[in-house]
């Protein structure tokens, strides 16, 4: 039977605190940290693309390519001309894109074959890395997506900004301007609550009440010139006035975007220009 020894009280505290400090300072440990790596900083940024490299080959963003994460587990933005959303979550440096929608507008060829290479390589499990405001994703395969963070850019105003209509909306399809009319449609609300500018042929006015705690703009009858006016001008104009002839739209702006949508259904999207 083994016997128990006794330590003095004084002794065995001694031998106590020494073992704990032995313990916190153990060789090659350092001192004990308790700080944690934090995540790196991917949602509520705008990401503007700069490239994609898939097979070693580097495509440079010809347009506004961008992508935002959000703290609600969705990604958004714009693959070049058309816009998507999709489900995203981000886990350490695993962002993971799941499936997604995306308008269906036509653009030039040198954009589409951008957007598709976009499309493709943002899918799926992606490692990121972030350095000093550049975030490069990469894919499974070796692809990546080359991003920098964009300052925070504040929304246009709705007065008094000159907004060019890029796309027409028609329920659940979103299209491009007809080709030969980009830049022809344009609005401008002035501070006399009067919206006028061109229907892509003629000339408008339309008295304009905006509700801004409900996002409305209510209008009254619309005034227009009378040109005659043919091909995708016109194509463009009636367009636009089956948005503009109705009682109301709401209105929503996001950075130099703004989107209105009449009651049934049609709406049209316009940029402000660039500051």
Known sequence: MRKQLSLPAAVLAAVLSAALTA??????????????????????????????TVDGEKTANPTDAHITLTDEGRA???????????????????????????????????????????????????????DDGRLTLTTRQGDTIALTSDPAVPDAPLTGTKWTVTS???????????????????????????????????TFSVAADVDEAQS????????????????????????????????????EIEQRALTLTAENGRGLTATAPKS
């Open 168 to 202: 027409l909306v028609s329920g659940e399809t979103v299209s491009s301007v007809p080709a030969g009319a980009e830049k022809k449609a344009h609005l401008t609300l002035d501070d006399e609550g009067t919206l006028r500018g061109s229907l892509g042929c003629n």
């Open 216 to 251: 409305t703009i209510t209008l009254s009858k619309l005034a227009t010139t009378r040109k005659l006016c043919e091909g995708p001008e016109a194509e463009l104009e009636t367009a636009v006035l089956r948005v503009l002839e109705q009682d109301s739209v709401t209105y």
């Open 23 to 52: 313990c916190g300072t153990d060789a090659g440990s350092g001192p004990a940290d308790s700080s944690v790596a934090e995540d790196p900083a991917l949602t509520g940024i705008r990401w503007s693309v700069e490239s994609v």
């Open 76 to 130: 958004e933005g714009n693959y070049g001309c058309n816009r998507f959303e999709a489900d995203a979550t981000v886990e350490g440096d695993t962002v993971t894109v799941g499936q997604g929608t995306m308008t269906e507008i036509g653009c030039e060829k040198p954009v589409m074959q951008f957007e598709e290479l976009l499309r493709k390589a943002f899918s799926g499990m992606l490692t990121a890395a972030v």
